[in-house]
């Protein structure tokens, strides 16, 4: 057997054996709680883009809509002066 398993057979008084087994605390700068942090800052970051690119694009919706009505505004103004071209030809064409 090896050393250490003979030393986890030999008799440990309790307070050595939470000496044994304790957590070793570790101050890794590279480790999860950090990385969980960055991941954490690339997401909120991701989220602000995602919502302003929202907003530009339904600001940009808006703009079209208002032009889009305003095209068809023009367009039905256009339709009086059509008919009254149409009524002018028809005279033009019973003077011939």
Same mark, same amino acid.
């Given at each position: 057997?090896?050393?250490?398993?003979?030393?986890?057979?030999? *008799?440990?008084?309790? +307070?050595?054996?939470?000496?044994?087994?304790? *957590?070793?605390?570790?101050? @890794?700068?590279?480790?999860?709680?950090?990385?969980?942090? @960055? +991941?954490?800052?690339?997401?909120?970051?991701?989220?602000?883009?995602?919502?302003?690119?929202?907003?530009?694009?339904? @600001?940009?919706?808006?703009?079209?809509?208002?032009?889009?009505?305003?095209?068809?505004?023009?367009?039905? +103004?256009?339709? *009086?002066?059509?008919?009254?071209?149409?009524?002018?030809?028809?005279?033009?064409?019973?003077?011939?």
């Amino acid at each position: 057997m090896n050393s250490y398993e003979d030393s986890l057979r030999e *008799p440990v008084h309790w +307070s050595q054996a939470c000496l044994r087994f304790r *957590p070793r605390a570790t101050a @890794d700068p590279g480790g999860l709680a950090s990385r969980t942090q @960055d +991941s954490a800052k690339e997401i909120e970051e991701l989220i602000i883009q995602l919502q302003n690119g929202a907003q530009e694009s339904l @600001d940009k919706i808006q703009v079209s809509r208002e032009k889009s009505t305003q095209n068809a505004d023009n367009a039905r +103004s256009l339709i *009086p002066l059509f008919n009254d071209i149409r009524e002018q030809m028809g005279y033009v064409q019973d003077m011939n």
